[in-house]
């Protein structure tokens, strides 16, 4: 792998999802799948097994990519930083409602607004010259 900052975040984030999805069902057991309250994974943030599922795939979007090359890193660090931006914000309003299918609490939110200014940092702020998507 090169030295691209888009593939290396790309795949320590996405092989970090991917540990902390397959880690969120040590804690689900008994958990429903939407469940707006679920286990705590390391004490700290809250999970549902569609929680866990969301970090598996997205673990894999950003290992897959990370792989692959700067162009497809930095696509997915974008796209992923930016959804992850939307769920951060959104998030505080969920908490707490039927709406929190994902089972989110305060620290989830704040770990999904860190992960965005890493994500959206890296995917738009280095390697310009890299354009963001493929020309079809």
């Not at 970090?55 to 796209?79: C, D, P, Q, S, Y």
């Not at 969920?94 to 995917?123: E, K, Q």
């Amino acid at each position: 792998m090169s030295s691209s900052p888009n593939r290396i975040v790309a795949t320590v984030f996405g092989a970090v999802y991917l540990l902390v999805g397959l880690l969120g069902f040590a804690v689900t057991g008994g958990v429903g799948f939407i469940a707006t309250q679920g286990g705590l994974l390391l004490g700290i943030f809250e999970v549902n097994p569609l929680h866990n599922i969301a970090h598996l795939l997205i673990g894999a979007a950003l290992l897959i990519a990370g792989l692959a090359n700067a162009r497809a890193a930095k696509g997915v660090n974008t796209t992923v930083g930016a959804v992850y931006l939307l769920l951060g914000i959104v998030g505080f309003f969920l908490t707490g409602t039927a709406a929190n299918i994902l089972a989110l609490n305060v620290p989830d939110h704040f770990l999904h607004l860190a992960s965005a200014v890493v994500l959206l940092g890296v995917g738009l702020g280095t390697e310009r010259n890299v354009p963001r998507t493929a020309a079809v």
